[in-house]
């Protein structure tokens, strides 16, 4: 132990008291004879250091500290930034059985590019430490080898020697830490278990960034980010040549009680050389953060070096602390009452972007897949609408899960969809699809717990197993309805799309259906010109004078609303909405993984970038016949009333109009919705462009959308039956 006596006193006796049995053993913690402890408790105060050495080019350094015992880590402090007197004040306490190994004390420079930077060591000889009195210590950091002056560090250590009996009070209060820290939810079967000590997970969406630091000498830069919480890293990708990076990247994060919740955040610039270059850095207190709930937080780095936006969700929660746990969950019995009044229609101008409230109870799920080789999995539940994603904690070793939580959602839109996936987890962090669902929010019904049947990732068919769920609903008409005519809420992550031959093919079939309804109807009507029938010919021709003689622009908006309403009169003695939706002839698409593999072995070194070539054209022709797909399939299903509430609305604008267009001139109108259209940026100069009648389309389901949307029949036992929640 290099210390200094002028500035602290050692307080200790580095000699071994020698005697019979008469010697005070306790004296000294050193001497290992029959009548000696049985262990140690060491207990270390980190104060602060002094004068450490600089290692960041900008003159300072971001200490911070590891203590080891041989070849153990027993304790890490958290770093201190940009400062060579840092500051600590912690303190942590470890069992030793044996102190004749030292204390091995090393300061870090925290990751200035791949590695960190020691700043020096030094050892406490615990042999050295006088029993149960705290002994403070001046420890003078040298490098391996070396005599230059590198600062030194203060600390004070007590050490405490034992007895059998605390011995087995420790181990048995360290199981019980571990009992409660395992992710356990029913005390009854805790052999189950795995035992874990992460307390939730960290979802982090990295956004984008804004206004970087230029790092090259074209004024622009490479930026990625590197994030850190305790000992959870994840690196982004680097984005080329931009100071307003998106990355738009999802990634999971675990929760350590013991390690801290700061979340860190590093941006370096790409370099081809290998060295990267800092840019910036911030930090993000997650404990503060309100579980179960998404939040945008929008981070400034540090010294102005630009901004950092990200979604994150603290989730995975466990423990009967949790607010999430159903075991907590207690209605008030006004609340609901209350949330009846904050949606009621007379509250629509209100809060413009808050449509509703969603809450979904996840009970448990039935006769999942199994994914581990002793044939159980480990399953977790995640549930997302939108930008919104939470997640149950994980049930181990069983293929009927339950996880009893309930969690809440904002509802902006409520022609968002609901999905819930079900995953196994693996030891290495990577999870494995069990099952899907998804549900739109307009298709729930409120108060019914029931069991719905898992399927596949595309939700086209359905896979091993049922999940039970109870939602409830609540929103303002009038807000929603408001909320139809402006853009979608734009979701950050969604999946890669890719080229494939079978999706190719089945746009283009779908393109020509549609073609096909256009170019009969123009055959229908050149029949008429052509006499091909003349009673035909003689009917239109009349029906033709008669409507140009009496023409009147108002009559447009009511054509529409005979076709509305002949198809709702179909719908309505059919008893359902287009039996076409729920055929089982549908297009299924094969599983991305196989995909990716038959191409990695068909794929020739010679003619990869002429087939990433062609293969971007493909893409982009697939999506462009996709687009024009959906939205004829988006037109016809707003006719034919498969979602109800929209079709509604459209009935509702077209009767306003047939009102509007009678007694209102033309030119009025024309007037009206010009000066609207030329001053709205001078009187909303943020808001965004956009088309009302596309955005109203956007919500209303594709054919695809709409038997992905369809439910499947679960396969239950019997004593599992839906149960409906009565309401007083």
Not at 16 to 22: P, W
Not at 314 to 333: F, I, R
Request: aromatic share 10%; net charge neutral.
């Amino acid at each position: 132990m290099h210390s200094d006596s002028s500035d602290y006193a050692s307080g200790s006796d580095s000699s071994v008291k020698d005697g019979g049995l008469d010697a005070p053993v306790i004296v000294s913690p050193g001497l290992h004879t029959g009548l000696g402890p049985a262990f140690y408790m060491l207990t270390v105060h980190l104060r602060e250091g002094k004068d450490l050495v600089i290692r960041d080019s900008c003159g300072t350094s971001d200490p911070y500290v590891k203590f080891k015992v041989g070849n153990k880590q027993v304790y890490k402090s958290r770093t201190i930034y940009k400062n060579l007197n840092p500051r600590w004040d912690e303190q942590f306490t470890v069992p030793l059985d044996d102190i004749s190994k030292p204390l091995s004390v090393k300061v870090f420079d925290y990751d200035r590019a791949w590695n960190d930077d020691p700043m020096g060591s030094a050892d406490i000889d615990l042999t050295s430490l006088e029993a149960n009195k705290e002994t403070e210590c001046k420890l003078l950091l040298t490098d391996r080898g070396k005599t230059d002056y590198m600062g030194f560090l203060l600390v004070s250590c007590t050490l405490a020697p034992k007895s059998d009996e605390d011995k087995d009070q420790s181990r048995f209060r360290k199981s019980s830490f571990f009992r409660k820290s395992a992710r356990v939810t029913d005390p009854a079967v805790p052999k189950k278990t795995k035992m874990q000590l992460w307390s939730g997970v960290v979802t982090v969406v990295l956004v984008e960034g804004t206004n970087l630091v230029p790092m090259d000498d074209n004024g622009l830069s490479d930026p990625y980010v590197k994030f850190r919480l305790g000992t959870e890293k994840y690196r982004s990708k680097f984005k080329s040549k931009t100071l307003n990076p998106r990355w738009l990247e999802q990634f999971d994060l675990r929760l350590y009680d013991e390690q801290g919740s700061q979340l860190e955040i590093t941006v370096y610039d790409h370099d081809t050389r290998g060295k990267d270059d800092f840019m910036g850095r911030a930090l993000v207190e997650v404990g503060q953060l309100e579980k179960d709930k998404t939040h945008e937080i929008v981070q400034a780095l540090e010294d102005g070096a630009g901004v950092i936006k990200l979604l994150v969700t603290v989730t995975g929660t466990y423990g009967s602390e949790v607010s999430s746990d159903l075991a907590n969950y207690t209605p008030h019995p006004l609340y609901r009452d209350k949330l009846l009044s904050k949606y009621s229609l007379i509250n629509f101008h209100k809060a413009l972007e808050d449509v509703g409230e969603l809450q979904v109870k996840v009970f448990r799920a039935h006769d999942l897949h199994s994914a581990d080789f002793g044939g159980m999995s480990d399953p977790f539940c995640v549930l997302e609408l939108v930008n919104a994603r939470v997640q149950t904690q994980t049930e181990y070793k069983t293929l009927n899960p339950e996880w009893a939580k309930v969690f809440t959602f904002q509802v902006k839109d409520i022609h968002s969809v609901l999905e819930v996936t079900v995953y196994d987890e693996d030891r290495n962090k990577k999870v494995e699809f069990l099952g899907k669902i998804a549900i739109p929010i307009l298709k729930i019904r409120s108060g019914e717990r029931r069991w719905y049947a898992l399927k596949d990732r595309k939700c086209m068919h359905k896979t091993k197993g049922a999940i039970l769920l109870e939602m409830d609903v609540i929103y303002n008409h009038i807000k929603a309805a408001i909320r139809t005519v402006n853009p979608r809420e734009e979701k950050m992550v969604v999946p890669e799309q890719k080229f494939k031959i079978s999706i190719m093919k089945n746009n283009v079939n779908r393109v020509s259906q549609l073609i096909g309804v256009f170019m009969d109807t123009g055959r229908f009507i050149q029949s008429c010109f052509d006499w091909q029938s003349p009673a035909r010919t003689i009917t239109a021709f009349i029906v033709y004078l008669v409507i140009v003689w009496n023409f009147e622009l108002y009559m447009l908006p009511i054509s529409l609303l005979i076709i509305f309403l002949k198809n709702l009169i179909v719908a309505q003695i059919l008893g359902s909405v287009k039996k076409e939706h729920v055929e089982d002839d549908y297009f299924v698409e094969e599983d991305d993984d196989e995909d990716e593999e038959k191409e990695k072995q068909e794929e020739k070194k010679s003619i990869v970038d002429r087939y990433h070539a062609v293969q971007e054209v493909c893409l982009q022709v697939q999506q462009a016949l996709d687009t024009v797909a959906c939205l004829g399939e988006r037109v016809k299903n707003t006719f034919n009333w498969s979602v109800p509430w929209l079709s509604t609305l459209a009935v509702l604008a077209l009767t306003a109009g047939c009102i509007i267009l009678y007694l209102i001139p033309l030119r009025y109108l024309l007037l009206a919705w010009g000066i609207n259209k030329f001053t709205k940026k001078l009187r909303k100069p943020n808001a965004i462009s956009n088309n009302e009648l596309l955005d109203f389309l956007s919500r209303v389901p594709s054919d695809n959308e709409l038997l992905q949307y369809r439910e499947l029949r679960p396969d239950v036992p019997a004593n599992t039956a839906t149960t409906r929640k009565k309401r007083s």
